[in-house]
């Protein structure tokens, strides 16, 4: 790297750059591919060990993201589904618009973990990438009265950042707690079709993650339970209309949003309720990544975990009103107290 950054000032050197380049050549080298945009001939070098818009930083394709999905993530075989294939799809040919996708459940349920996979996947830097932006609702977009200066400010990072590279991750989390309107921001987006002046818009990924429905899903999935059916065997298509609808008239970001009405979401995906032995998996899933020898106590750890959780219905405490929810801290709690011994 260092034998590239001295190339590098060189050739800034040839190329009339000060002296003072020298001082902090790596800074030097970075500060003036900022200030000049990044020239043919500097670009090589300064990609070799910095985030660029090229095949050694963006994955086009996800080839383990169905293994890192599946080996992580309890429960949702119709969440894995649906993502692995959409992802594919949209890598597979020139997209014809970019990727919309609503995850849609309870809390604790893996939304968040499968958008972080999905960027993990799709990223050299990982979830670090300055390609991903990850947006939350109470952060960044919670006062109503400044819907328009939300929808502005969401114009511009996509444009700029668009602008700058075409793969990018955009993920709105919480969107529930959204003001009304605030996503319609997003609509241009995900309907172009061609590039608009010069920026292509149609490989983006749009990620909207969000509770509507989630009582429609837990009712969906236990009487699907009481009546004998297997969870495996839920299909999409029972759930997607619904959930369109519940985004549509339920309170929260995509309320009455034209995304909805055009239908402009790709798919809206259910993240059914836990059950018990998902839990136990994301329990178990924790334990192993650490490297305490705590496995004799697997049982009496994954029990204490389990106890301080809440499970419903009343008299069948099937399913974890958390799902997964903090299980990763309260795991690590426990361990402490194990390995200490
Ligand atoms: C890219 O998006 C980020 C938000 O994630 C924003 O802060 C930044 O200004 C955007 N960049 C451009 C060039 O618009
Ligand atoms: C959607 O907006 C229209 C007009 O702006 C309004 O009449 C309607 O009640 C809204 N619907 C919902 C579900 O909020
Ligand atoms: C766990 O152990 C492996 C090999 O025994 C080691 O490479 C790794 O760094 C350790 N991880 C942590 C978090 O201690």
Avoid at 157 to 177: A, R, S, V, Y
Avoid at 204 to 226: C, E, M, P, V
Avoid at 227 to 251: I, P, V
Avoid at 274 to 299: A, D, Q
Wanted: glycine fraction near 4%.
């Amino acid at each position: 790297m260092w034998l590239c950054a001295e190339t590098a000032v060189l050739l800034l050197l040839l190329h009339g750059i000060t002296i003072h380049a020298l001082v902090d050549p790596l800074t030097a080298v970075a500060s003036s591919l900022t200030v000049a945009g990044v020239s043919l001939l500097y670009k090589p070098i300064y990609c070799q060990f910095s985030e660029c818009c090229d095949s050694k930083w963006l994955h086009t394709t996800a080839p383990n993201l169905r293994h890192s999905l599946e080996t992580n993530v309890f429960g949702q075989h119709l969440a894995i589904d649906t993502v692995v294939k959409s992802i594919n799809s949209h890598f597979k040919s020139k997209p014809s618009k970019a990727l919309a996708l609503s995850f849609q459940g309870w809390t604790g349920t893996g939304k968040n973990l499968v958008a972080r996979l999905i960027a993990e996947s799709l990223y050299e830097n990982k979830a670090e990438s300055g390609f991903v932006h990850w947006f939350s609702a109470t952060r960044h977009f919670s006062r109503p009265e400044k819907k328009r200066y939300y929808q502005d400010q969401i114009r511009d990072w996509i444009e700029g950042n668009l602008t700058l590279c075409p793969n990018q991750l955009f993920i709105f989390d919480e969107i529930e707690k959204m003001p009304e309107g605030v996503l319609d921001a997003l609509k241009p987006f995900v309907d172009f079709t061609v590039p608009v002046k010069g920026v292509e818009y149609r490989k983006a990924i749009y990620i909207l993650l969000g509770n509507a429905g989630s009582k429609y899903l837990f009712d969906k999935t236990y009487q699907h339970f009481r009546s004998g059916g297997k969870r495996q065997d839920l299909r999409l298509r029972d759930t997607e209309a619904t959930l369109w609808k519940e985004s549509y008239y339920e309170q929260g970001g995509l309320r009455n949003s034209s995304l909805i009405k055009s239908h402009l979401i790709s798919a809206h995906i259910p993240f059914l309720p836990l059950e018990r032995s998902h839990v136990i998996s994301c329990i178990h899933n924790e334990i192993n990544s650490k490297n305490y020898s705590v496995s004799s106590h697997l049982t009496e750890i994954t029990n204490q975990v389990l106890a301080e959780l809440t499970f419903t219905p009343a008299n069948e405490l099937i399913y974890s009103t958390t799902g997964c929810k903090r299980v990763y801290e309260k795991v690590n709690l426990v361990i402490e107290d194990y390995a200490e011994e």
